[in-house]
């Protein structure tokens, strides 16, 4: 069955590189969630969709970071200007309502 | 302050062994609670929600406190495969994680 996916699975950006990180949630998942774990550490919410509303974009950590899911489906996360600090495993989550959540696999940043 | 606290760990246990971790959360109007497993290099899976009642899955336990704002998860008999990160997970309208509990389970 299609689960949650996510593209690339490895980017390797230069610093001060802009990048975009795809997700594809389960198809009728009305709620779309980001996050950033970095080695050690559990997931750190970034930002929340509901359908095409961004929610909740308190944990965004700069305003390098932006998020976008125009139809409701598909989202992106696009990082400008990227730097040394923001390499981490970037994973996405959907869920039908505010309950189980279910990952794609990340996608791993490394900022040189 | 986290809004989620765990144990750090690690926890190095035997087969057979229980094995209990603690999670503290700072957000009295937290609604849901989860427990999630984390294989190495792999994204977190649930593993069971928690219930103010407490609920058991097989060799798993799992409580909330919600007066102390606290949860946790017992494993009896751990076996090898249980070794992984154990996340605590709160939800107001998002879900907010523990850093994790590291357990490995050794021979």
């Known amino acids: 069955g299609a689960g949650v996916s996510q593209s690339p699975r490895y980017k390797v950006a230069k610093r001060g590189q802009d990048v975009a990180l795809r997700c594809d949630p389960i198809?009728?998942?009305?709620?779309l969630f980001w996050y950033q774990q970095a080695l050690g550490q559990g997931p750190e919410f970034l930002t929340y969709f509901q359908n095409e509303a961004q929610l909740d974009k308190s944990g965004l950590p700069s305003d390098r970071f932006f998020a976008e899911r125009p139809e409701g489906s598909v989202s992106t996360l696009k990082i400008q200007r990227t730097q040394q600090e923001d390499s981490a495993v970037y994973l996405c989550?959907?869920?039908?309502?505010?309950?189980?959540?279910?990952f794609g696999p990340g996608t791993r940043l490394t900022v040189l | 302050r986290k809004e989620v606290e765990q144990d750090p760990g690690p926890f190095n246990v035997p087969e057979g062994a229980t094995v209990a971790f603690n999670c503290t959360y700072s957000?009295?109007?937290?609604?849901?609670f989860f427990w999630y497993r984390q294989d190495c290099r792999k994204e977190p899976k649930l593993l069971m929600s928690?219930?103010?009642s407490g609920n058991e899955d097989g060799r798993f336990t799992a409580q909330l406190n919600r007066a102390s704002q606290y949860i946790s998860l017992l494993i009896r008999d751990s076996k090898l495969s249980d070794s992984a990160t154990y996340l605590c997970?709160?939800?107001?309208?998002?879900?907010?994680f523990g850093a994790g509990t590291r357990l490995t389970v050794k021979p």
């Open positions: 928690v219930y103010s």
């Open positions: 957000n009295s109007a937290s609604q849901s």
């Open positions: 198809s009728g998942h009305v709620s």
């Open positions: 997970v709160v939800n107001r309208d998002d879900m907010r």
């Open positions: 989550a959907s869920s039908f309502r505010s309950n189980e959540q279910f």
